[in-house]
């Protein structure tokens, strides 16, 4: 099939060249100038593992063109629409990128196209694009809900092993052509109608969103009532009805996803006149996981002003460069207000941090250079070599206290105490070690 993918971001880049290797012809439309030129050159414009690979197979193929707008695309039977849908400070969904588009292919098409709705948009999206742009297009347009799930930093592979396909549209007859594109993909393909179809990603967010602020809950507990919140979480983790994901305690959720999509349905939900008590109280305590990174180490270091503090992991999650909603920036920010000075490190996020932060954040090589001289560390995203750093060394580069807060519980605990460090975790219990 001939498909336009529009938006060349994680998730638009990832389909338009797992659907160019399965054998369609793609054409992908980004209008960042900076992101299409990189691609043209052949470049992912960010970290994703496997990507470059099936980016070079699909340009070799010849499978694979760019256009910088809709127009300079040719025809296609499906455009599939992958542009942001970033916050609004309101909490409601910005759905400006979206409109755009579909307003945009309203406007120009010619021929009869199937609309495929990628981005995540709030339920009742659907009926209202249909109504306010394609119903006043020329030709038909069919429109189809087609959400999302891949994971950022395991993106090419969720693309491949997608727990389940999701079809919401109204038109049954649509059903098999969106099936004909992942022809070559193993799930479960669920077909229900539109509004069913955008719940669906918002429940699934929305509950993953619940068990980590749940798990931050009880981990607070842990702390309180002298309890380990890894005993705790792994016992509980192997009842199948709740399972072990998403069940890590530490500094919360972030990343491009999770805040925004927590936010919007609870923005849905009060223009419902619903009061989506529980959503509410799991965004509270994400942010409150924030604080509580830099209330511990403020209590460790008796304040905050004029102390030396490391950031070790700048990215949302380890595996991406990504740090919209990072924690690790709000707490940078918190660190800074209350008078510290701060020295990052991260693998693959610094040129994207440097973008967000106030100037006044130093930048390190290495890990071990962000830790010269630092009262204490953060640990906030669980990068493998932050957890087999040698913390032996990092103690000598350190000055007391010494204080190490793992906010993700990822760290070697007894390794880190016997070179003289003082661990901080989410709540973990430190004394008692042997069972
Ligand atoms: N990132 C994820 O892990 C993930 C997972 C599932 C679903 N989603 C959803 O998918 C959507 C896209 O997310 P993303 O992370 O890929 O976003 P992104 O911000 O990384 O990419 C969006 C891209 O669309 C481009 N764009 C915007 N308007 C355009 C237009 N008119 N024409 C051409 N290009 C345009 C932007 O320049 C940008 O490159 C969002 O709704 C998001 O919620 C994201």
Redesign the pocket.
């Known amino acids: 099939m001939r498909v336009t993918v529009?938006?060349?971001?994680?998730?638009?880049?990832v389909a338009a060249c797992g659907l160019a290797n399965s054998g369609h012809q793609v054409t992908r439309?980004?209008?960042?100038p900076a992101?299409l030129s990189c691609l043209r050159e052949g470049k992912v414009p960010?970290r994703e593992e496997g990507l470059d690979e099936l980016l070079h197979k699909a340009v070799g193929m010849g499978r694979l063109s760019f256009a910088a707008?809709?127009t300079g695309a040719p025809p296609a039977d499906i455009t599939m629409v992958?542009?942001?849908?970033?916050s609004l400070p309101s909490g409601k969904v910005d759905l400006s990128?979206v409109q755009?588009?579909v307003a945009?292919v309203a406007a120009m098409v010619t021929e009869p196209v199937l609309l495929v709705m990628?981005?995540?948009?709030p339920p009742g999206t659907g009926a209202k694009l249909q109504e306010r742009f394609l119903s006043k297009a020329r030709v038909p347009i069919r429109y189809v809900s087609n959400?999302?799930?891949?994971?950022?930093g395991r993106?090419v592979y969720d693309w491949y092993h997608p727990d389940r396909i999701v079809i919401g549209a109204d038109d049954p007859t649509v059903v098999e052509q969106v099936k004909a594109l992942y022809a070559d993909i193993e799930a479960p393909v669920i077909h229900m109608d539109v509004a069913s179809a955008e719940m669906t990603?918002y429940a699934a967010n929305a509950f993953l969103a619940t068990k980590i602020s749940f798990i931050n809950e009880i981990a607070h507990l842990c702390e309180l009532v002298g309890a380990d919140v890894l005993f705790v979480a792994n016992a509980v983790g192997l009842d199948p009805r709740i399972g072990p994901h998403f069940l890590q305690a530490g500094l919360g959720y972030g990343?491009?996803?999770f805040p925004?999509?927590t936010s919007g349905l609870d923005f849905i939900a009060s223009m419902n006149g619903h009061q989506f008590n529980l959503l509410k109280a799991v965004i509270e305590v994400n942010q409150r996981q924030r604080l509580e990174a830099a209330r511990k180490l403020a209590a460790a270091l008796g304040g905050l002003a004029d102390k030396e503090i490391a950031v070790l992991g700048l990215a949302f999650k380890p595996g991406t460069g990504?740090v919209r909603e990072a924690p690790a920036i709000d707490i940078i920010r918190l660190l800074l207000d209350e008078g510290a000075r701060v020295r990052a490190y991260d693998p693959a996020a610094m040129e994207y941090a440097r973008r967000v932060l106030p100037p006044d954040v130093t930048y390190t090589s290495t890990a071990l250079q962000a830790l010269d001289d630092a009262h204490a560390t953060v640990v906030a995203t669980e990068w493998p070599e932050f957890i087999t750093l040698d913390w032996e060394a990092a103690s000598h580069h350190m000055q007391p206290p010494r204080v190490v807060l793992d906010g993700r519980n990822c760290l070697p605990i007894e390794k880190l105490l016997a070179c003289g460090l003082v661990y901080v975790g989410i709540g973990r219990r430190v004394q008692v070690r042997e069972y």
């Open positions: 529009v938006g060349a971001g994680y998730v638009g880049l439309v980004e209008k960042d992101r960010f707008e809709l992958a542009v942001g849908t970033p990128q755009e588009v945009g990628k981005s995540t948009v959400p999302e799930f891949l994971r950022e993106a990603k990343g491009s996803c925004k999509d990504d």
